[in-house]
């Protein structure tokens, strides 16, 4: 099995000082318990955990920027698989640089590779924000102010890091590791994402499918299918991580300034097929105006369509089916 030791040295244990009186004296999570792959820091207290043993999540992979005026990320990781979320508290008298080198050293030694990493003002705009109101919420965390506050007092000093590798049955591994300073007389804090499984198929084909790509599957097909542009369930705005499929589209668009295309929006089958004839009208539109808007393609060129789930690509009896169907495509008029 793949193990991480995050190893300490160098605590005097007989100090006892008004910081560390302020620590929990045990962990306040009921059935909580320190990841099988990766130890705690020593001394931190556990105070947020949740285990799901087949999730989606998005991590952070780049910079908090605004894109089309909404707060998103330059890269994003979707994933798929076992996802631990895991929160600690640790004492005043250690540092963030300290507890991130440890994490950073072990992940290291069990062969993960760093992908992005980041420190206060380098993770971008309101990077501390996003962790402490999607992540950390007070729902998440138990314990009392002294577990909470953390989160809230040290996001504008915390550190973050993104690390990939994979385990010896092949499977991928990721571990994100974000953490606050001890400040303003409160203790330290660290976040957790631990996801044990696949990369999401969708995820892949954003990351691979480049302008010339979909230049050659419309010279082709006629079409290509885009599965890099997201929207929250139900919903028609355009999400910020879309961004890298967006700008890629809109440099195949201007590569062929003659090309005319249909936008079309397509959902899997579920919930009633007049709610998702009308949802893949709007988000096909969404995406027109984000072309024509913020890329300055002209909209004369594009022509929104929803067709619900009316062309399928594979079943939709399976979510991998389901997910294979939900998509954008350009078509070529």
């Known amino acids: 099995m793949l193990t991480f030791r995050v190893v300490i040295t160098g605590f005097l244990a007989t100090v006892v000082s008004v910081a560390q009186a302020q620590m929990p004296a045990n962990d306040t999570v009921k059935g909580g318990k320190d990841h099988p ?127 990939s590798g994979t385990r010896p049955d092949g499977s991928a591994l990721t571990v994100a590791v974000y953490m606050v300073d001890p400040v303003q007389g409160k203790l330290g804090g660290v976040y957790l994402d631990i996801v044990e499984g696949k990369s999401m198929e969708g995820g892949k084909v954003s990351a691979n499918l480049n302008a010339a790509d979909m230049a050659k599957g419309i010279a082709t097909d006629g079409k290509v299918a885009i599965y890099g542009v997201y929207f929250d369930t139900g919903k028609a705005d355009v999400k910020p991580e879309s961004a890298a499929a967006l700008a890629e589209m809109a440099t195949m668009l201007k590569q062929s300034p003659k090309l005319k295309v249909f936008v079309v929006g397509h959902t899997d089958n579920q919930g009633a097929v007049a709610q998702n004839l009308t949802l893949s009208q709007r988000r096909a539109e969404s995406v027109v105006g984000a072309l024509a808007g913020t890329y300055k393609i002209d909209a004369a060129r594009l022509s929104p369509k929803g067709v619900a789930a009316y062309a399928p690509l594979a079943s939709n009896r399976a979510e991998a089916g389901r997910q294979q169907n939900r998509r954008v495509e350009l078509v070529e008029q």
């Open 37 to 163: 792959l990766l130890t705690r820091f020593a001394g931190a207290k556990l105070v947020g955990y949740e285990v799901k043993q087949f999730d989606e999540a998005t991590l952070p992979a780049g910079k908090r920027v605004r894109i089309a005026g909404k707060l998103g990320f330059e890269k994003t990781l979707r994933l798929e698989g076992k996802y631990t979320r895991i929160a600690y508290v640790y004492p005043q008298d250690r540092s963030s640089l300290e507890v991130m080198r440890n994490y950073q050293a072990a992940l290291e030694k069990a062969g993960m590779k760093s992908t992005f990493a980041c420190a206060k003002e380098t993770c971008g705009e309101n990077f501390g924000d996003f962790v402490q109101q999607q992540r950390v919420g007070y729902n998440f965390i138990q314990g009392g102010e002294a577990a909470t506050s953390p989160f809230n007092y040290g996001r504008n000093d915390n550190r973050y890091l993104l690390a």
